[in-house]
């Protein structure tokens, strides 16, 4: 059994301080309390966290989706004007047609199935930039690829400090992307091993010493046609083909499909450290903070290594590197929760400098660089520019709720708190339905549409709400209408709870979509704590939580592994792709909700008295 020791006021939650009693026998799951449920799950997710990295080859994806490149100043070297070439084939299954970008020092050539598709002469710098989702690369050109092998061919020129080429499709918006991807490879060349093609999607001849006048526009070996076994020469040295410098990137441990591992750096992540504190406080077993402690520190002690392969080695998709120069709140104030918790938490700690000086960065770029609407509320640029989606309420309200009562200065903290009440009320015009009391999943700003109405998304949307009450002082003047729009949302949402399991399925109001548990577990968590905080009557709403409990326990193996967790997803208009998205087990995504859920629901059932082992329908 749990015994209730004493209350405690937790910032962005209640925490009151419970001390499980672990004497007795055993029980099965069915048989536990939500926090000791819970509690069975986090000391399966600390004995799966290794927090360390193991090195891997650089992955070779030959699908052309994504920016790819050759370094090579790597490969040859700098300090000297040079030329070198690179080989690959698009491989194509229809005759199509396409833009392609490029970013490169000095000057590049461009030979296509042998016609010249780009040249740009002259000194110049590198120039790349991060997006939310993709790499701004600098010029672009129109190519047109028939069916089959289509031979690409690049001469990159540097004057001795940089040399390197970035290459793409456009798509900075996802929807320009091309419906499918042609392969770029070297695996159809001739005389070219798969054991070869699996290492690099290029060959490199080089470097042919310049010497004369700037542009070199002498016609080297390579450019008279491709053959294996032959050398090319620049006069003073002897050139043949090879393949790039192959370089070792730091990864995680055993990461897992759809979401990687606990100790990735993103939202989901993130908040499952900022639950596990909450948890600590809940149980006082201190292992669950620790966790939350390595987790931050972890971050914070990797990210000079982390920023070292992203911007020297070019690893703009390698572990962790959304640390660096991601616009997006996915990868800045959602994973930053658990280190502003810390700040509140424990005002002494050796390295607290540092997790100010990082929250510090954070807010800076919350409240003046984020993408936002003219309504003041939080947007992106995907999938299409200005849209606005729900899941954005948790990435950024909870934390200048946290920032304002983190902030010394008595402006600032009501300006962080007065934002993120207008920011709740601002997204609810966007996405809030008044005829259903839902959100759809995100809308769009250059046109409108009807986005599915999807479990987990309501879910982000109703825990922000509710973080944001939490601290609204009762005077003040937005408080009212947000917890009318919370109250008319709690009531549509207890309409649609599956009756019989007691979840909430996967598109809210499509009973034949699958039952799943991060909605059901975040939805239920906040009609708990509106019961408990006096918001909601608790003779009309507890049979809701102790349905919703009922389905999340059953979801939950005695070794704590959690099934029935839908995988990340895009916003979609087609219903379908929340219908058909996977399922998956022990997902991040699904465990945050689930540890804040058991901790605010093990609170009512015991202000309650509810009897959960008997008296659940």
Known sequence: MITILKPIIACGLFSVLFQPSFAQKPRSIENKSPLEIVVTVANRIIRETPFKFQLVLEPNHTAFDFVQYVDFGKTFGLGIPAVAYALSEFDSKVDTAFVIQVSHNDALKIWLNDEVVYQKEGARPLKIAALERDIALENEFPVKLKKGQNRILLKSETRGKEWTFYIQPKGALIEERIPWSPKLSIAKLPGITAEIARLSNWLVAGPFMISGQYPSDTAYGPEKGFEIGKLYTDGVKDITWTIPKIQVFADVINPKPYWGTYYNWNYHAGGLAWAMSNLAEATGIKKYDDYSRRWTDFM??????????????????????????????????????????????????????????????????????????????????????????????????????????????????????????????????????????????????????????????????????????????????????????????????????????????????????????????????????????????????????????????????????????????????????????????????????????????????????????????
Not at 354 to 360: C, D, I, R, S
Not at 454 to 469: H, K
Not at 482 to 501: F, P, T
Not at 568 to 575: A, F, K, L, Q, R
């Open 300 to 617: 914070l002690e990797k990210k000079p290594f982390i920023g070292y392969q992203v911007n020297k080695m070019n690893g703009f998709q390698s572990t962790h590197h959304q640390l660096f120069n991601t616009p997006l709140l996915d990868f800045t104030a959602a994973p930053a929760m658990p280190f502003i918790y810390r700040l509140a938490r424990h005002k002494n700690f050796d390295n607290r400098k540092q997790y100010e000086a990082f929250v510090n960065d954070v807010k800076d770029y919350v409240v003046n660089h984020q993408i936002r609407l003219p309504e003041g509320n939080f947007t992106r640029e995907t999938p299409e520019k200005y849209t606005t989606w729900v899941d954005d309420m948790f990435m950024g309200i909870p934390f200048l709720v946290q920032a304002s009562l983190e902030a010394d200065d008595p402006k600032e903290k009501t300006a962080l708190l007065n934002d993120a009440a207008s920011q709740v009320l601002a997204f609810n015009k966007q996405l809030f339905n008044p005829a259903a009391n839902l959100y759809q999943h995100a809308q769009y700003s250059r046109r409108k549409a009807r986005l599915p109405y999807w479990s987990r998304a309501n879910g982000w949307g109703i825990w922000a709400s509710t973080e944001v009450l939490l601290r609204l002082p009762e005077n003040h003047p937005m408080r009212k209408q947000i917890m009318d729009y919370y109250q008319r949302h709690v009531n549509a949402l207890v309409k649609l709870q599956d009756q019989k399991s007691g979840c909430w399925h996967n598109v809210l109001d499509r009973p034949d979509s699958y039952e799943e548990l991060s909605g059901t577990a975040i939805i239920g968590m906040n009609i708990a704590r509106g019961i408990n905080q006096g918001w909601l009557s608790g003779q009309k709403y507890l049979p809701s939580v102790r349905k919703a409990w009922k389905y999340i326990a059953s979801c939950i193996e005695p070794d704590g592994t959690v099934n029935n967790i839908c995988v990340g997803t895009m916003s979609s208009e087609n219903v379908s792709d929340y219908m058909n998205r996977p399922k998956t087990d022990n997902d991040s995504h699904g465990l945050i909700g689930l540890v804040f859920a058991g901790i605010e629901i093990e609170r009512l059932f015991k202000q309650t008295k509810t009897d959960i082992f008997n008296t659940i329908p």
